[in-house]
C-alpha cells in the first residue's frame, strides 16, 4: 500500500519562507519521479513543480520559478519544496504525488500524469 505524507505547512507573513517535505512509502521512491501541487478553493489543482527521478531534471510553473526549489532525497523517501519569497497568492493547500510510469517533461507539470496522492499540507501566507 503506497502512503504519500506531507509536512511543513504554516502561516508565514509575505517574503518569508516554508520547506514542505513528503515522505513515500510502499513503493520504490527512487525509481519515480515526483512533483508538487497546490489547490486553492474553487479553483483547478495546478503544478507547481515537478523533479525526474536522479532529480537532475526539474520543471517549475511560472508563478514560483525563482522563487522555490524541489529537491529530493532517494536514500530517505522524501522529496522537498523550498519555498522562498512567498507571496498571498501562494496560500493554497500543497499536495505531493508520484508521478505515473510514463514519459517524464515538460508536461509533467499537469495532474493527470500523477496516481498516489497525500493529504496535503496547508500553507497560509499573509499579506
Known amino acids: 500500500q503506497v502512503q504519500v505524507v506531507e509536512s511543513g505547512g504554516g502561516l508565514v507573513q509575505a517574503g518569508g519562507s516554508l520547506r514542505l517535505s513528503c515522505t513515500v512509502s510502499?513503493?520504490?521512491?527512487?525509481?519515480?519521479?515526483m512533483g508538487w501541487f497546490r489547490q486553492t478553493p474553487g479553483k483547478d489543482r495546478e503544478g507547481v513543480s515537478c523533479?525526474?527521478?536522479?532529480?537532475?531534471?526539474?520543471y517549475y510553473s511560472s508563478s514560483v520559478e525563482g522563487r522555490f526549489t524541489i529537491a529530493r532525497d532517494n536514500a530517505k523517501s522524501t522529496l522537498f519544496l523550498q519555498m522562498n519569497s512567498l507571496k498571498p497568492e501562494d496560500t493554497g493547500m500543497y499536495y505531493c504525488?508520484?508521478?505515473?510510469?510514463?514519459?517524464?517533461?515538460?508536461?509533467?507539470?499537469?495532474?493527470?500524469?500523477?496516481?498516489?496522492w497525500g493529504q496535503g499540507t496547508q500553507v497560509t501566507v499573509s499579506s
Open positions: 504525488a508520484v508521478h505515473q510510469r510514463i514519459s517524464f517533461g515538460s508536461s509533467s507539470l499537469a495532474p493527470n500524469r500523477y496516481d498516489n
Open positions: 510502499g513503493l520504490t521512491f527512487g525509481t519515480y519521479a
Open positions: 523533479i525526474s527521478v536522479s532529480g537532475d531534471i526539474t
